[in-house]
Each structure stands twice: as structure tokens, then as C-alpha cells.
């Protein structure tokens, strides 16, 4: 845990769990200011609350998505 996706992967990642068939996202490339990489540090969430990421992102993302259609669309 701990590893650094794109932006486009989380999109991908997204799209594949809500309409594998939609095909509508159009890459453009960086924009200027645009940031290549990121990676949050999370020592102080394990610092403060003694946690660590349990799953990994590609979960998280299906999970969140799961929850929001079963509990926010009803």
C-alpha cells in the first residue's frame, strides 16, 4: 500500500466499475502547472490513530462505489 496512480488510472479504474462500456473520456494532455506525480504520506494518520491503508486503492474505489449506489441511491 502506499503506491502513486495517475489521474487517468484512477479514471480508468472509475469508469471500469461504474460503465466498463463508456468511452466517452478524451485524453488531452498536461495542461501547464500540471502535476506528473503525487503520493500522500500518511505518517501522521498512523501516527494519530494508530492505522494503516488496508486495502489497496483499486478496493477502495469499488467499495466507495458499491456503498454510493446501494446507500446514497436509495
Known amino acids: 500500500y502506499g503506491n502513486s496512480i495517475s489521474v487517468?488510472?484512477?479514471?480508468?479504474?472509475?469508469?471500469?466499475?461504474?460503465?466498463?462500456?463508456?468511452?466517452?473520456?478524451?485524453?488531452?494532455?498536461?495542461?501547464?502547472?500540471?502535476?506528473?506525480?503525487?503520493?500522500?504520506?500518511n505518517d501522521k494518520i498512523k501516527e494519530w490513530f494508530n492505522e494503516s491503508p488496508k486495502i489497496e486503492i483499486h478496493q477502495g474505489i469499488k467499495k466507495y462505489i458499491d456503498w454510493f449506489k446501494n446507500d446514497c441511491n436509495s
Open 8 to 41: 487517468n488510472e484512477m479514471v480508468d479504474i472509475i469508469i471500469n466499475y461504474i460503465n466498463p462500456n463508456y468511452n466517452k473520456v478524451t485524453y488531452t494532455g498536461n495542461a501547464e502547472g500540471d502535476v506528473n506525480k503525487t503520493l500522500a504520506i
